[in-house]
């Protein structure tokens, strides 16, 4: 069984930054040969992307909400994706979701997305 764990969120006020972090684990997860995505959702509203990375991280693709805000990056040998996240406004609050490409990848703008984490709540004071 797959899991996907995310950590790292929390309160910030706006301005600020947070870094976020999600782990996969499984025996049969082969995380660096997969994409990995960020998305974000609010109540009431549909999951939307924010970011994307390739397998071995040398390619990426953001949201132009968040596109020369946030970074996403990957540490395969510790089975992790990260998201950094500068320059928070209050519309970036929401609960973050992590989510592992079953095949895809940033530079063809379509990754076919397998597994998902439980989420981790950001929320951005003004």
């Known amino acids: 069984q797959v899991q996907l764990v995310e950590s790292g969120g929390g309160m910030v006020q706006a301005g600020g930054s947070l870094r976020l972090s999600c782990t996969g684990s499984?025996?049969?997860?082969?995380?660096?040969?997969?994409?990995m995505g960020w998305f974000r959702q609010v109540p009431g509203k549909a999951r939307e992307f924010a970011a994307a990375?390739?397998?071995?991280?040398?390619?990426?693709s953001y949201a132009d909400s968040v596109k020369g805000r946030f970074t996403i990056s990957r540490n395969n040998a510790e089975n992790t994706v990260y998201l950094q996240m500068d320059s928070l406004e209050s519309e970036d609050t929401a609960v973050y979701y992590c989510?592992?490409?079953?095949?895809?990848?940033?530079?063809?703008?379509?990754?076919?997305?397998?597994?998902w984490g439980q989420g981790t709540q950001v929320t951005v004071s003004s």
């Open positions: 990375i390739s397998w071995g991280g040398r390619f990426t």
């Open positions: 499984g025996r049969t997860f082969a995380f660096s040969t997969v994409a």
């Open positions: 989510a592992s490409g079953r095949t895809g990848d940033p530079r063809t703008g379509y990754i076919d997305y397998e597994y």
